[in-house]
């Protein structure tokens, strides 16, 4: 997949919609149906197999998205099992797609016939058929396959592929002497000797509508699952003299479909590999791509730096020059150029320019840092604006509080923002030197340029430019530990200093 380009930044994948203008009119298809209707038994799971997820997207995202390349008319998803969860799914990530409802999964060509009830019986024009768990297959091989059906005038033209193991895919017959496909016979029902060809069925098809509609009547269920075969179309079409035709994939892992979860973690990292692969040859350094997880939906500029043991979720986007890592997991989160964020956790903020974040921190929804702000090591924030300039150095949490410029957060300092039922906001001017150790009781108010001692419990607001003082008066009791603690190693210790004291003067 092609990432399309901005100036300066690159999008590695885009969203499910519909493409802006490119070559793909001339082949646009009148429909895409993606099959979704099956149960997914092998992924032994109580969520339905097309919206387990890999890189962000759940399987029949990935292949909508493909699908979406194509910039089909109609774009018809066949659900059955499991259909309220997947048509909410498809509901929310692509509103316009259709869906088409299959009660009982009687065979993928029943399925593609319901598919095109809901389009009104037959179209015009070429139908796409995908399968809904085939989450690496890329709009580009969907584009050729289309662009070989028109330009060869197919009836029905089937992505093929050379696999190593071809067990349990239908196989391409082909004529011994003129090399033209002449059928689809499924593993169950294939002889040895069709057992021992290599290239198969990917289930990918760009058909004819009209003819599609028409063969689909003919199909029948005799055969070893008693199903109504989608493949059996080929061999109809055929013998009834039209063209039919197969455009064999350059890599066949891209047709690959996910069954169990094995499959499942093999197509993520193949998936995963692309996405750095790509983003690498633009600049971006992958330094350890084994340990780096992103997101279709993540993007960089130019000189961003990955470290090892880094995940990069949602929308998150790093800048140019910005670094992150080791060992980090950003989620929706936005790195401004020449930004550092090491061993972090971050969902939903926003890292200003040149700003740094931990080691060890913590940065929830609402962050926000300036230029040049630190938030630094077992620091944790949440709803947050933290001002250029602005240091929040060590051990403290800052919970829906504005910090103004060039403030300085003493250690271990707390933003009370909770008093068990309500959440307050705590305002701190610029250029504050709040001292460590200091609870900010919210809603407080801490002028500009105002000071706070050590230990302080600001419960009032600070006028601008005042030092604030909240603790407890220190008192001396002298003596004490000899009355007592007598004879205790503090005691002795504290006798050795006054005799050493008395032997100097
Ligand atoms: C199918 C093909 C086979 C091909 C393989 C590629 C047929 C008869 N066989 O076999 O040639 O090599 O895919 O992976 O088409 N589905 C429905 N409704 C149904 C049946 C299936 O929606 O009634 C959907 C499934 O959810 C799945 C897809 O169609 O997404 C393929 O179905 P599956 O049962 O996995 O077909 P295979 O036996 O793998
Ligand atoms: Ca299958």
Same mark, same amino acid.
């Given at each position: 997949?092609?990432?399309? +380009?901005?100036?300066?930044?690159?999008?590695?994948?885009?969203?499910?919609?519909?493409?802006?203008?490119?070559?793909?009119?001339?082949?646009?298809?009148?429909?895409?149906?993606?099959?979704?209707?099956?149960?997914?038994?092998?992924?032994?799971?109580?969520?339905?197999?097309?919206?387990?997820?890999?890189?962000?997207?759940?399987?029949?995202?990935?292949?909508?998205? !493909?699908?979406?390349? $194509?910039? %089909?008319?109609?774009?018809?998803?066949?659900?059955?099992?499991?259909?309220?969860?997947?048509?909410?799914?498809?509901?929310?990530?692509? %509103?316009?797609?259709?869906?088409?409802?299959?009660?009982?999964?009687?065979?993928?060509?029943?399925?593609?016939?319901?598919?095109?009830?809901?389009?009104?019986?037959?179209?015009?024009?070429?139908?796409?058929?995908?399968?809904?768990?085939?989450?690496?297959?890329?709009?580009?091989?969907?584009?050729?396959?289309?662009?070989?059906?028109?330009?060869?005038?197919?009836?029905?033209?089937?992505?093929?592929?050379?696999?190593?193991?071809?067990?349990?895919?239908?196989?391409?017959?082909?004529?011994?002497?003129?090399?033209?496909?002449?059928?689809?016979?499924?593993?169950?029902?294939?002889?040895?000797?069709?057992?021992?060809?290599?290239?198969?069925?990917?289930?990918?098809?760009?058909?004819?509508?009209?003819?599609?509609?028409?063969?689909?009547?003919?199909?029948?269920?005799?055969?070893?699952?008693?199903?109504?075969?989608?493949?059996?179309?080929?061999?109809?079409?055929?013998?009834?003299?039209?063209?039919?035709?197969?455009?064999?994939?350059?890599?066949?892992?891209?047709?690959?479909?996910?069954?169990?979860?094995?499959?499942?973690?093999?197509?993520?990292?193949?998936?995963?590999?692309?996405?750095?692969?790509?983003?690498?040859?633009?600049?971006?350094?992958?330094?350890?791509?084994?340990?780096?997880?992103?997101?279709?939906?993540?993007?960089?500029?130019?000189? !961003?730096?990955?470290?090892?043991?880094?995940?990069?979720?949602?929308?998150?986007?790093?800048?140019?020059?910005?670094?992150?890592?080791?060992?980090?997991? $950003?989620?929706?989160?936005?790195?401004?150029?020449?930004?550092?964020?090491?061993?972090?956790?971050?969902?939903?903020?926003?890292?200003?320019?040149?700003?740094?974040?931990?080691?060890?921190?913590?940065?929830?929804?609402?962050?926000?840092?300036?230029?040049?702000?630190?938030?630094?090591?077992?620091?944790?924030?949440?709803?947050?604006?933290?001002?250029?300039?602005?240091?929040?150095?060590?051990?403290?949490?800052?919970?829906?509080?504005?910090?103004?410029?060039?403030?300085?957060?003493?250690?271990?300092?707390?933003?009370?923002?909770?008093?068990?039922?309500?959440?307050?906001?705590?305002?701190?001017?610029?250029?504050?030197?709040?001292?460590?150790?200091?609870?900010?009781?919210?809603?407080?108010?801490?002028?500009?340029?105002?000071?706070?001692?050590?230990?302080?419990?600001?419960? +009032?607001?600070?006028?601008?430019?005042?030092?604030?003082?909240?603790?407890?008066?220190?008192?001396?009791?002298?003596?004490?530990?000899?009355?007592?603690?007598?004879?205790?190693?503090?005691?002795?210790? !504290?006798?050795?200093?006054?005799?050493?004291?008395?032997?100097?003067?």
């Amino acid at each position: 997949m092609s990432p399309t +380009k901005r100036p300066g930044i690159l999008r590695m994948s885009p969203p499910v919609q519909k493409p802006k203008g490119n070559p793909v009119s001339a082949i646009r298809p009148a429909a895409v149906v993606v099959l979704a209707a099956g149960e997914g038994t092998r992924m032994k799971s109580a969520t339905p197999k097309v919206l387990h997820e890999l890189c962000g997207r759940s399987l029949v995202g990935h292949v909508l998205s !493909a699908a979406r390349e $194509l910039d %089909p008319e109609n774009l018809v998803v066949v659900v059955g099992h499991a259909r309220e969860k997947v048509g909410a799914h498809l509901a929310e990530i692509d %509103p316009d797609v259709r869906t088409a409802v299959q009660a009982e999964q009687n065979g993928t060509g029943h399925a593609v016939r319901i598919a095109l009830e809901e389009l009104g019986g037959s179209v015009d024009g070429t139908v796409v058929v995908v399968c809904g768990d085939t989450p690496l297959l890329t709009g580009e091989t969907l584009r050729g396959l289309a662009a070989t059906h028109a330009s060869d005038g197919n009836a029905v033209t089937v992505l093929s592929a050379e696999v190593p193991d071809a067990t349990g895919y239908g196989r391409i017959v082909r004529d011994e002497d003129t090399g033209a496909v002449t059928e689809i016979v499924e593993h169950k029902d294939a002889t040895e000797a069709q057992r021992a060809i290599r290239e198969i069925n990917s289930g990918v098809f760009a058909f004819d509508g009209q003819l599609l509609a028409d063969a689909l009547k003919k199909i029948r269920t005799d055969n070893s699952q008693g199903e109504e075969y989608l493949t059996d179309v080929l061999g109809i079409l055929r013998e009834a003299g039209h063209r039919v035709g197969a455009s064999v994939a350059g890599d066949h892992r891209e047709i690959a479909g996910i069954n169990n979860r094995v499959q499942l973690s093999e197509a993520r990292r193949i998936l995963n590999d692309r996405l750095l692969t790509a983003a690498m040859l633009a600049g971006v350094t992958v330094v350890d791509p084994a340990t780096t997880w992103v997101d279709v939906t993540v993007t960089f500029e130019q000189d !961003a730096v990955v470290h090892p043991g880094t995940q990069l979720h949602g929308s998150t986007h790093l800048g140019e020059g910005a670094e992150v890592g080791p060992n980090s997991r $950003l989620k929706d989160t936005r790195v401004d150029a020449g930004a550092r964020v090491d061993n972090t956790v971050a969902d939903g903020a926003h890292v200003g320019p040149q700003a740094t974040v931990g080691p060890f921190a913590y940065l929830r929804p609402g962050t926000r840092l300036g230029l040049k702000a630190k938030v630094g090591t077992y620091v944790e924030t949440k709803n947050a604006s933290i001002g250029e300039g602005t240091k929040v150095p060590h051990l403290s949490y800052v919970g829906d509080a504005t910090i103004g410029e060039y403030t300085n957060i003493g250690a271990a300092s707390v933003f009370v923002n909770y008093d068990g039922q309500e959440k307050h906001h705590t305002t701190v001017g610029s250029h504050c030197r709040t001292g460590s150790d200091n609870m900010f009781v919210a809603p407080v108010t801490i002028g500009d340029g105002s000071y706070t001692a050590a230990g302080s419990v600001i419960t +009032k607001d600070v006028p601008p430019g005042s030092l604030a003082v909240a603790r407890g008066q220190q008192r001396n009791i002298e003596g004490w530990v000899a009355r007592k603690r007598p004879g205790s190693a503090a005691a002795k210790a !504290a006798e050795a200093t006054a005799r050493r004291g008395e032997s100097e003067d």
